[in-house]
């Protein structure tokens, strides 16, 4: 637990807060059986069956600090044999089929992960704001995320992001979620690592260890209090960074010496994105495309090697590449101004295969964890390898479908989307998703996606937008004849300025907020409250940065994931502020 940079009365009450729920885990009355009385008899024991099952149990649930807090947490149910034996049956059957059915063996769990309640952050409302910050302080708050970067590339040779397990899950993944996780998942480990972590969220949720794994915070994005993050490198962040170095390097306040060593990061990073993580897969037409890979082969994601095996154990050995990190990969190398040839092939004809067409290969969604929306039009995640992998199975989520049209508008006469009329309708199938999402008012609700919040969507529809309006009027008028953009920028806008700022914040928060008002051309007025907060923030971070680690993305299994850290904080902030000052500055 970090406390420091935090205000001195603040950090005591979190120190305080920790302190007390840990004494409640290690000694509340045990009222049944625990996950270990549970397990052990089953996983801890020499058997014939599958080897992951039980090794993924002593690794991740049998650690001494989470067995010690974890020895009191029993739950009264189980005292009844009928249910105990029914849960034992179930791992039985995992552990020792060679094909198990994964419905029956998720059933009894199922049930009881619908005994645990867990709800989305409500913040309190926004107190008044006050007077904007001066340009002098948005400016040095841009300088001083900026160096956090370069300092962070320098001393790494990449800019590092973190994964943070929080193991009382998430709030969208009850028992019917569950089900469909278990049964649509491909690797048997990845089904084997979901089927424990979700099992130990309900000892976990249901004891006083589930608060002091998930206290409460400021804010919507959640920080990152895991004590054991682990570090590494994706194309997928390495574009965004680049994105970030590129948006400094535009505002002019970047030292001869700063824009050198950001222009040597961008290369880098541009390479590692399309070169380093470039892996070949064949379209639904057998035709090849090089795509990108969500995760290097080793030793690119730059994994500690305690990790590296810690992964493997875990369940995580295989990674497929994605449609996300491909289209945002290109979008990074395109405004990075790079030519590789990489570049000419047009997604789109790829990304036609992954599309969803009701009645046709819905069943391509094989993890549908946020069926509340219509998936026609949209793209799908994971794209299978050469071999056909696929571990995750297959979801589908709105912000990725953002990314796609944002890279196809930046590419648009490169991949002659207007003169294919099937690249063209491809394109304007995802804009019917997406308004269909933002009329409906699903994309306000955090179970209509995946892997990010419902405010990051509204950023990134801001980017999109921007990408989209950077185009000819004819160009526009092609491509979204029915105005269904201004229809979202509407909804997006009035969520943003309404809910989002007329509550607490945190500084993650806040960026997210400024670069939806800033690429959708809102009023600068309305700036203000999440300007003060990222300018209130700065130190926050203490030692590790300006900023405190937040969650950017996240997985739902197979448990909670949290992806993010002070350089992706930073990277944020840079590019909200950038963008605010540069509207501030177009309205001076």
Known sequence: MRTAGLPWGLAQLILRHFAAAT?????????????????DPVLAVPHRGDAHLSKFYKTALCNPALRLLLRRAGLPELAESGRRDALQGALLRARDDAAPDWAAVGAPIAELLDTVKLSHPHPKPASASGTAP????????????????????????????YAAFNLIGDPDLGGREFLMALTGLNARGYKNSTLLFNLARVFIARSPLGTLINPPWTGIAEPMW????????????DAFFTEALLAFIETGLATAEETAAARKAIADMVAFCISTSREEV????????????ALAPPPHPRFSKFFAQIKQDLGFGIYVPDCDTTACSFSAATQAGSNDPILNQPLLDFYAGYQVRAGANEPRVTVPLNDNIDFEG??????????????YGNDLDPTLN??????????????????TPSRLETVQRIIGFQLRLAESGAFKNPRSHIYYLPELYCAYFGRCFAAFRALSREAQAAIDPEGAFEAIRGHV???????????????????LALIALAHLGADVATFAPALTCIIASLGEGGRHGPFKAYEWNKMKTPTRILVGGPEVTSAFVLMGLALARQAMAGRR
């Open 226 to 237: 895991a004590p054991v993050q682990i570090r590494h490198r994706s194309a997928y962040y």
């Open 493 to 511: 806008l009035c969520y943003v300025q309404v809910e989002m700022l007329g509550a607490e914040l945190n500084a993650f928060d806040a960026a």
């Open 378 to 391: 949209g793209i799908a995640t994971w794209i299978d390898n050469l071999a056909g992998e696929r571990p």
């Open 402 to 419: 953002l990314d796609v049209l944002e890279v196809s508008f930046r590419n648009l006469a490169r991949w002659k989307v207007l003169e």
């Open 282 to 293: 064949r379209g639904a037409d057998g035709t090849p495309f090089d795509v990108i890979t």
């Open 134 to 161: 001066r340009p002098a302080e948005i400016d040095h708050a841009i300088q001083v995320a900026s160096a956090h970067l370069l300092r962070s590339f320098r001393r790494n040779g990449f800019i590092p992001t």
């Open 23 to 39: 004494c409640r885990a290690l000694t509340a009355a045990k009222r049944g059986p625990s996950l270990y009385d549970l397990c």
